[in-house]
């Protein structure tokens, strides 16, 4: 595999990301729409399923705001190829080519790269697996929903109690903001970082994929029934559909702390993912 068969592979990965919805978020919000009872809401998820299948039809991003570029890489130890430059110049082609918004700015004078690149910006996640193929996902964050990003360090004294009132209170705060419906994704344990990663990592799993932690799993169905009793809506304007799903990941932390971190993602849950072989043969997964 060289650079060029790479960066052409990641610039269809993001094509795909911003136009075509994971099958298990489409099927969620059938399944909304076939449960909800309020009127207005009913209209705000046909609404939403109709802009995806025709932004599909189309050929163009499901939603203007077409985010940061944020990436998940499994490697292989000893990798070669300069991936983060590779990235870089995806993400440039895809700005222009798709094309994307240009959301990246410079958090002090707001100047707009008018590429999406910039300081540390697209961020990549990297973890290293012993697999012969380099997987990529490919995770656009809008800004409705990261801004309604939270971190709580509780005390350890307030438990479970203390996690499920802080993540309610979060949804309820953020009301309409995040587009709703949305995913929640949870970070528990680690430390204040770890935390709010595992809350972004939290929402790559699949809604139809079962937590692998019986108790984190049982927690996730208490708290998606409890959110979606909040009647916050599609879009904030009523109904039974606050949340398509709530997933859970943590980590150990120190016996002084308990960190909680929520990391919301709106309805246009977008996320795609390859596998690229050494051979040069590319799997969109």
Known sequence: ??????????????????????????????????????????????TIINNIELARELGRPMCQDTGIHIFFLKLPRGFGLPVESIIERAVRRGTEEIPLRPNAVDPISRKNSGDNVGEHMPYIAYEFHDQEYVEVTAFPKGAGSENMTALKMLTPAQGMRGIKEFILDTVLRAGGKPCPP????????????????????????????????????????????????????????????????????????????????????????????LRAYPDGRIDHL
Do not use: F, Y
């Open 1 to 46: 595999m060289d650079e060029e068969t790479l960066e052409d592979a990641i610039v269809a990965l993001l094509r795909r990301s911003v136009i075509e919805l994971p099958g298990d978020v489409l099927w969620k919000l059938n399944k909304a729409l076939d449960s909800e009872t309020n009127d207005v809401a009913r209209v705000q998820l046909d």
């Open 182 to 273: 949305t995913i929640v994704g949870v970070g528990i344990g680690g430390s204040s970082d770890l935390c709010l990663k595992l809350a972004k990592m939290a929402l790559l799993r699949p809604l139809d994929a079962p937590n692998p932690d019986p108790v984190l799993e049982s927690l996730e169905k208490e708290l998606e029934e409890a959110l979606n009793e909040l009647g916050i809506g599609p879009m904030g304007l009523g109904g039974r559909t606050t949340v398509l799903g709530v997933h859970l990941l943590k980590a150990a932390c120190h016996t002084a702390s308990l960190p909680v971190a929520v990391n919301l993602q709106c309805w246009a849950a977008r996320r795609a993912t």
